[in-house]
DNA sequence: ACAAAAGTGTTGTGCTTACACCCATGT
DNA sequence: ACATGGGTGTAAGCACAACACTTTTGT
């Protein structure tokens, strides 16, 4: 009941990520242009391929790291991509993670220096993707939506100050709803995850708002 | 990034199942004896090959009703396992998913017209199996935790009359926990997916009880 | 003065948990 | 008669959703 792969010709095992950052007010995904047919020069998910002495988790960490110069970060597979047709050239069968990376380490130098074109896009702002990517990330997001609460996870990518509306609307962007701004506090404070640096944001409102971060001694589930 | 499995000699890729069997009081999970080495002799996870024609869920639900007879299942995806030494001879990527089977029709006639030593396994009586085989089983007993009471999903594979008792020792051993019949009985009762059959199991204790089966009219999530 | 965002409490509902006794029947 | 499993209700706590007004400050 075992199948060699090298009795298929073209048959293909690729990793697909989504590579999400927490900005102040928004999901963002990073995609990148390809550059070959099929689907030349439209965007796609990063697509990182397997080798041999590595686990998927060890493969997508270090690519992540060269392309894009990213540490610090856990994949979570969200999904396998198998049908036939995906790929009209040969058969390409994808494993889809997520992962989320610093937003304060979202800049693409070391992209620049592979000469990849990549670029974060807000969630809401999502082009057109090769292959079946766009479902891909959809049913991503859908898993990244059962962790937003789990604060052990989430606050190790969010290290900027923010004030309470600033996660509300990431929150928002991430669960596509609009939350009601005092369930939404109290939840969040019950959690007892908020420290409030004592700094204010001054130039988003007229109003002065505090600016929070999350507490370091929280531990848990991951 | 791309990553052409021909360019790896014994690379393999398989898929192992977590077949569950829903039974009146016990959750059951089929198990395989493996004929060759490595873990000859050793109970394992079915395990299956993919063919380029098919998506993986196309392909399990094609091997396990010819190797076992089943049908109407849905498999889901539980994990990818992809450590380079889970396999001492070579590289044996593996896709873990697990389904679901109808308790009317655990015979295993089929498996036997193809001379596979396979049989039913009490979840609370696992022995020694191949591989990485008990943490993928494991992992895929914590997704179906999650689903228990997604009663459209479950009662697709309940066909059986059941006393509560009997649902209730059905999912204390899922959950691996002990469950409060009062609250069990209320949470099963308010959900109103239960039909009262009238019958009455006489043979299981002294008093009575009733056999209630699943209402056919639920609609849901899936 | 006014526009714009910050901040703040209460109430109802439903889910979860904990807990103990009587009933019907087979032996 | 008694042992066995079947069957039943209540109360407390917690999470969640709905909902509106005052405060501060920049213009």
Known sequence: ????????????????????????????????????????????LPEIGLINKESCEQTICREIKNNFGFENFTPRLTG?????KRDKRFRNISLAYYTIVDENNTSLKESKKHNLEADWFEIDKIPELAFDNKEVLINSIELLKDKIYDIPFISQYIKQ???????????????????DKRNFRRK??????????????TKDSHKKSSLFKFSRKIKGEN
């Open 161 to 179: 100050p923010f004030t309470l509306t600033n996660l509300q609307n990431l929150y928002e962007s991430i669960l596509n709803t609009k939350l």
């Open 188 to 201: 969040l404070l019950t959690l007892n995850c908020l420290v409030d640096t004592g700094r204010k944001n």
């Open 1 to 44: 009941m075992i199948v060699d792969n090298r009795f298929y010709s073209r048959q293909i095992l690729s990793i697909n990520i989504c590579i999400f950052s927490l900005n102040l007010n928004k999901l963002s995904v990073l995609l990148v242009k390809k550059k070959k047919e099929p689907y030349s020069n439209t965007w796609s």
């Open 80 to 84: 396998v991509y198998s049908d036939p």
